[in-house]
């Protein structure tokens, strides 16, 4: 017994059809779309699709179509006729079709169809006569021959054309609907002769091999270059395959009542609820896509715009106009999204041939979703949905003008969104100084340190010649939301003569230069730019991403214009701040030198006693910017060297501004120096060993939640953050060090400040032992930079050299530094849950910079983490992606 084939072939037509857009898997998207259409009603050619099970099929078996297809097409083809009278093969009433390639992605013109198939010498004269339009006739026939030729038998479509253009020039013919039916009857003498030459064969007369080898040739076209450069690209899988549709031609191309188009039911690019697309008349869908001729717009209102005097076809075609207009409004409400769709007018009559969810800018995905949920086409929480987070970064940052001309001089890595013009610099100092005199710049370096920071932050942009996506200019930039290029190989700075040279150019000191951290272009002078336009949608969109979400998002942020920033974008507190950074600035940085070099106990009270003023002052600042929202402040953690200087030059210049000698310098850098500073006496470390560090940092931020405005000071929440804690004894003696502190101030000011003390989570062993860490902390935050580093025993400013050899290699599939690898989150659940069995109500936060990407947001949301923390430009991001966590994971819940 033969096993029972499966169904392989689904008809559609007249209000009817087998499938429907629920099988987009087997019939396409086009398929399945096409069924949909005719199921609502809507005037859809009818046909069938053959389903993508034949195309696995189809290359199992050498590149042979299954037998058992055979009688399914055939009685397919039967209930075709059954619509129109046609038959496929009838000379006086021929049926012609279409033969259209479909996946269950769109993959818009990698793979192949051919159109006008039903026609041979026979039945040309057959519809001529039916037609009573010989000159249409003859003009579908070479449509015919051309394309099928090109697609099945592989003759090169250029060289039909030559035909053509040779004909016309010879006749003294501009536009194709100036030759009449002879002209046709001669060019398709002309292009059968054509095949004969190039193949050594008639072209085919017979309508069945016609049809099978279209079908055959489509298939095929899934494994052409084309469509697999598309799939790899797309991450779309080989094995998925097209489906086939053939379908019942209607022509475009007959006569001045006829036309072809394409409409978006909104405007793609701006979002608008406008009708948006073009048309051509007396044509076919492929003239569209060839160019040869202007299209025309679609409504009144763009002719008027920018149609340089053409009539729209709501003007020219009035009826079928309106009823396209319907059609689109329908499509969208039955698909509840933008609908991209094809259409065509064939005298006078509107067809619909295909429709699917149409691409849009991020300004648009926007406007359509608010839009569609104020008009109830769908939910708030389905608008929320739709914008992806990642996109959104886009509307946060200024763009290049597409339109501008630009000089690239050369490209490295799209390290940090945005584009930013202005005069090269070369030196941290230089940047700092030229913006105080007003100007712009952009700090080009080999690469960036620590001491480079202030003039990070001064310049409009950054670009390395060295470095990768988590090099130290990438992460400093991206937490600033400067622009950066890092890694720009293909240029060459020369510190010395401060020149950049890429391309054959020379850049001096001053010279403008616009650097474009989305694409990684570096570009020869200014570029015009589109600054970010947040829309009334992207608040409301916003406000919506809100209430679904449970996380609350905070912003890493060291200074008061950060937390202004974090504030506008939304944060709901701080998560990070880093107090070293406050003590690279120039004034602060000697103080700090000092209390470096101090031997004693003294001299290091002494040096710190003139840091904490400032430091006061700056969380002052912080705290009435976040008026009572958390504010975690993570104590001193870096190692001490970083402050120092090394090389012989830097040394002698800081040991003369610091009146000592050089020699005690040297000795004092040489005593700090560590073989792996990063695992080396850093975070708790330093700070079990240095004291002193604690108490004046404690005291600048106790006092300074007292000295907050009046009316704010009893809601200032400090949260006192220990860095790279391993043992619960570490943080013990540093907490109790900080309550030393508290009881001293609060008795000295007769007040009382609520605070808490907390751990970073950022070494593996503290997420083993995060039960007994939480036995002291109040609260966790994970730091996955560093517990990344120290999962995979990786540096991060080491990474950049194989990283990418092995992501070539498929040892990773992404930057454990970017996207949070799943052995970190495992340890994070570690963490999570050993930490939440001692403390059930302890609050977790991530502060690392995976705080900002949307994958790892889903993931916090699924261990329950009680907020993320990232840089203020990435908040929006973060809220969205939050949003759409919350309501994918509905079973999480609060603590
Ligand atoms: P693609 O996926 O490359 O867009 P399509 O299968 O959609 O390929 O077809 C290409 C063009 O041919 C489109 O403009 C389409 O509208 C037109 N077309 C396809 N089938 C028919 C048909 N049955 N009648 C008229 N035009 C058709
Ligand atoms: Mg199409
Ligand atoms: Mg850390």
Redesign the pocket.
Known sequence: MAEQTPKWVYSFGGGHADGSAADKDRLGG?GAHLAEMSRIGLPV?PGFTIATDVCAAYYENGRKLPDALRPMVDEALVQMASFSGAQFGDVEHPLL??V???ARASM??M?D?V?NLGLNDQTVEGLARRTDDRRFAYDTYRRFIQMYADVVLGVDHGLFEDILENYKALKGYELDPELQADDWIEIVARFKSLVEKELGLRFPQSLGDQLWGAIAAVFGSWQNARAIAYRRLHDIPDDWGTAVTV??????NKGDNSA?GVVFTRNPSTGENELFGEFLLNA???D??AGLRTPQPLTKQASAANGNGKLSLEEAMPEAFATLKQNCAALERHFRDLQDI?F?IEAGELFM??TRTGKRSTQAALKIAVDMAGEGIITQEEAVMRIDPAQLDQLLHPTLDPNADMTVLAKGLPASPGAASGEIVFDADEAVHMKSQGHTVILARIETSPEDVQGMHAAAGILTTRGGMTSHAAVVARGMGRPCVAGVAAAHIDLERETLEAAGVVLRKGDIVTIDGSSGKIIKGRVSMRQPDLSPDFATLMEWADGLRRMDVRANADTPADARHARDFGAEGIGLCRTEHMFFQANRIVAMREMILAETKEARRAALAELLPEQRQDFIELFEIMKGLPVTIRLFDPPLHEFLPHEDDAIADVAEAMGVSIERLKRRVAVLSEFNPMLGQRGARLLVSYPEIVDMQARAIIEAAIETGKELHDRVRPEIMVPLVATKRELDIIKDRIAETARAVEKERETTVAFQVGSMVELPRACLVAGEIAESAEFFSFGTNDLTQTTFGLSRDDAGRFLGEYADKGIINHDPFMTLDAAVGELMQIGVERGRAVRPDLKIGICGEHGGDPETIGFCEKIGLSYVSCSPYRVPVARLAAAQAAVKNPAVTDR
Do not use: A, C, I, Y
Request: aromatic share 4%.
């Open positions: 086009k050619p079709v279409s259209r390639s479909g818009p013109g793979m169809t159109l379908q019942t031609m209607v022509f475009g072809t076919q869908g492929e569209v896509v094809e065509t041939l295909q």
